[in-house]
């Protein structure tokens, strides 16, 4: 069986497994090693101010059918961590449909090919899972794209954390918390996760608080606009809609992860007063 039909077979249990996996991300700092440093993310001593990233997971249609125009209508840059192994699959977006993000400034960063439980696989499917992805994002998008990393439930240890650091600057999890400058690990990027029960009062309360402290908000979207039953992680595209004008509204500095994680790296850099090309 390829991969891609892999996918087909495993799109189900994925869904309900993003619920049941979630709580085996506990959280487990690891320590900036000097290999960091030469990706360009390293700890350092000063916060670099408060600022906001917008990330998407797993590579879903209807990112591009339903959370798209909604980044273009507030300008918005995006963070999408793509599945590599789903990418030209139903209910999954094309190689095209990536590409509109891409074009548009946004970063492509990867989630794995098959959306594997780190933590239960062998050695070889582990380096296979790192490896496959980033190679198959830079042979569709270029050499640029498929730097930075986020794991499939959240799970990771320290083993998985050593295999990512091989081949990313970073790695995003689903630990909830803020980022400071200061003690910054860069391999345990923390997060607040939306759901379908995230309102707007809550994202700006994150607002707020990232403001207050100084620190690097991270927000975590999934589906948008499609209800899944019982699978909790969705947006609908109203709320989107009123979440990202909280975020354009905030006077924030909105980044995507690469441009964070500089920031984070750099105490005298401040992260862009404007966004990339097509991100007003």
Do not use: C
Request: charge should be neutral.
């Amino acid at each position: 069986m390829n991969i891609r039909d892999r996918i087909q077979v495993m799109r189900p249990a994925l869904r309900q497994r993003r619920r049941s996996l979630k709580w085996l991300a506990a959280p487990f700092s690891v320590t900036l090693i000097l290999f960091a440093a030469s990706l360009g993310v390293a700890p350092a001593a000063h916060a670099a101010g408060a600022m906001v990233s917008v990330t998407f997971d797993d590579g879903w249609a209807s990112q591009y059918d339903n959370a798209l125009p909604i980044l273009e209508k507030y300008g918005v840059p995006a963070t999408m961590y793509v599945l590599s192994g789903s990418i030209n699959t139903s209910d999954y977006m094309s190689q095209a449909q990536i590409q509109a993000f891409a074009s548009r400034g946004d970063e492509i960063a990867s989630h794995t090919v098959t959306h594997p439980d780190l933590t239960k696989l062998s050695a070889a499917e582990l380096e296979n899972e790192l490896a496959q992805s980033k190679a198959t994002l830079q042979q569709m998008f270029g050499p640029s794209v498929g730097l930075d990393f986020a794991s499939p439930y959240g799970a990771y240890d320290a083993t998985t954390t050593a295999a990512v650091r091989k081949h990313y600057a970073t790695q995003r999890n689903t630990d909830d918390g803020f980022n400071a400058q200061a003690g910054f690990d860069a391999y345990n990027i923390l997060v607040q996760t939306v759901d379908s029960s995230t309102t707007t009062a809550t994202v700006q309360r994150w607002i707020n608080t990232a403001k207050a402290n100084n620190t690097w908000l991270v927000l975590v979207y999934h589906e948008v606009g499609v209800s899944l039953g019982q699978d909790i992680y969705h947006t609908d595209t109203a709320v989107l809609d009123s979440h990202m004008a909280a975020v354009k509204n905030s006077g924030l500095p909105m980044v995507t992860v690469r441009q964070g994680a500089n920031a984070q790296a750099s105490p005298n850099t401040p992260p862009p007063a404007s966004n990339a090309a097509g991100h007003r």
